[in-house]
């Protein structure tokens, strides 16, 4: 069945840092692909999206790009700060339309000053 | 994007009693969804609230246990029904519709504690 992998975390970085989180996914047919952040004691946010190969997200510094050829989407920022300590979840979306997402196991993120 | 409502944010409940969680939407939606995140995991799907209709429940997941109404398109309950420990998670809901192209939102969620 369909799935979404992500790196074990927690991942610990210094403030400044470059952060990647890893993303694969198994699917079958074409689906979008979704980073969601949850922050302390918060819902979920839609972070970026993708909705084809080749197609990069970005959002507040973040960025992912969508490669089919390596079934993959990891999420990257060049300068990490503090205040984005969370939990990244990757996410992809049936392309059949029906609106379920299935989700990765989730990675923390601390950012340290 | 939507704006997603939830009622109750948090609540400690009582083991063997039912607790119902709503969640209003700003805006007419197609899909609305309910998700567990249990204690340091990630979200599972619940079940597909159907406007009009029953729900469709994902495996695992029963209507006896988690009944859920939608009476219209910007409004649906989810209840925990008979609660134990095992229930203490966040309960999310999601919507999507076409106008927001093929993105789902979340509300806040409700962080319930069984004890």
């Known amino acids: 069945g369909d799935s979404v992998t992500q790196m074990e975390g927690p991942v610990t970085l210094s403030e400044e840092a470059f952060l990647t989180i890893n993303c694969t996914y198994t699917?079958?047919?074409?689906?979008?692909l979704f980073w969601y952040v949850q922050y302390p004691g918060e819902g979920l946010q839609l972070l970026l999206k993708?909705?084809?190969?080749?197609d990069k997200g970005s959002n507040k510094g973040f960025e992912a790009t969508y490669r089919k050829e390596t079934t993959s989407f990891h999420l990257e920022k060049g300068s990490v700060q503090v205040s984005d300590s969370a939990v990244y979840f990757c996410?992809?979306?049936?392309?059949?339309?029906?609106?379920?997402?299935?989700f990765g196991q989730g990675t923390t993120l601390q950012v340290k000053p | 994007s939507a704006v997603i409502s939830q009622k109750p944010s948090r609540d400690i409940c009582q083991r063997g009693t039912s607790l119902t969680i709503q969640c209003q939407v700003d805006?007419?939606?197609?899909?609305m969804f309910w998700y567990r995140q249990q204690p340091g995991q990630s979200l599972t799907l619940i079940a597909t609230?159907?406007?009009?209709?029953?729900?469709?429940?994902e495996s695992g997941f029963v209507i006896d246990k988690f009944p859920i109404s939608r009476p219209n398109l910007t409004f649906s309950t989810l209840t925990v029904s008979n609660m134990s420990p095992e229930d203490s998670s966040i309960y999310l809901c999601?919507?999507?519709?076409?106008?927001?192209?093929?993105?789902?939102?979340f509300g806040e969620g409700s962080w319930l504690t069984v004890v």
């Open positions: 999601s919507v999507g519709t076409e106008v927001l192209g093929n993105t789902i939102y």
């Open positions: 699917a079958t047919g074409y689906p979008s």
């Open positions: 993708a909705t084809k190969a080749d």
């Open positions: 996410a992809l979306r049936y392309s059949g339309n029906t609106g379920k997402l299935i």
């Open positions: 805006s007419q939606v197609t899909m």
């Open positions: 609230a159907n406007q009009g209709s029953e729900a469709t429940y």
